[in-house]
């Protein structure tokens, strides 16, 4: 079977944490689980981080980007991980990566801070 694309984003940022040494999970969001909660979750030097992971045009939800909001504003760190930024997965998590947000995604982010 074809490896998907996001698989492709998923396993590239894998590596990378397993390189840093990083503590993740992928959590199950079925039955018991929470719906929106990011691809990945984990510590990283004592930090905790979601990155939720999508390729091509792909974007969060708004359950997501709520989800993604939330783990920021609590002081943790979160980010939608996509092909152009999947290899600075160490920058993303020392707070070193300036993202490269365009206007529509701005006004995205506003409109879920506005739902809370």
Known sequence: ?????????KRTVAKQLDDLG???????TGGYGRSGVPDIVGCF???FFGLECKAG????TVLQEKN??????NGGISEVVNEQNMHYVEQILRG?????????????????KERL
């Open 1 to 9: 079977m074809a490896m998907t694309p996001e698989k492709k984003v």
């Open 22 to 28: 990083c503590y993740y999970f992928y959590p199950a």
């Open 45 to 47: 030097e004592g930090k």
């Open 57 to 60: 045009d792909n974007k969060p």
């Open 68 to 73: 993604l909001y939330h783990i920021l504003v």
């Open 96 to 112: 070193e990566y300036e993202r490269q947000t365009d206007e529509a995604g701005a006004k995205f982010s506003e409109a879920v």
